[in-house]
Nanobody, 123 residues
Framework: VQLVESGGGLVEPGGSLRLSCAAS????????MGWFRQAPGKEREFVAS????????SYSDSVKGRFTSSRDNDKNAVYLQMNSLKSEDTAVYYC?????????????????WGQGTQVTVSS
């Protein structure tokens, strides 16, 4: 499956952004979808994951209550709505997919990755 992220950019602290990830080349509902991010000099970290149905989600503690992941299986797309952004949210954000039904938080559990989209939170 091929993944393409979009929607990144520059936003002021407290602002919002919505990332999108378009999937192609596979049966979208066969995949758990995840969002990860990587800041300069840091390891890639888990942000969110969402079940094939969209009804089950998981978030890292650092974004819980501020970020929301959703998916539209008719459009083969997954989204990450990011509110109340902070400077520490600055990173390259990646969309990822893993076959199966169990949500995972480790990057090594995801076999398919997008190219990433830059999110910069700064005044």
């Amino acid at each position: 499956v091929q993944l393409v992220e979009s929607g990144g950019g520059l936003v002021e602290p407290g602002g919002s952004l919505r990332l999108s990830c378009a999937a192609s080349g596979g049966i979208f509902t066969n995949y758990i979808m995840g969002w990860f991010r990587q800041a300069p000099g840091k390891e890639r970290e888990f942000v969110a994951s969402i079940s094939w149905s969209g009804y089950v989600t998981s978030y890292s503690d650092s974004v819980k209550g501020r970020f929301t992941s959703s998916r539209d299986n008719d459009k083969n797309a997954v989204y990450l709505q990011m509110n109340s952004l902070k400077s520490e949210d600055t990173a390259v954000y990646y969309c990822a997919a893993r076959a199966g039904r169990v949500l995972r938080t480790a990057a090594s559990d995801y076999g398919y990755w997008g190219q990433g989209t830059q999110v910069t939170v700064s005044s």
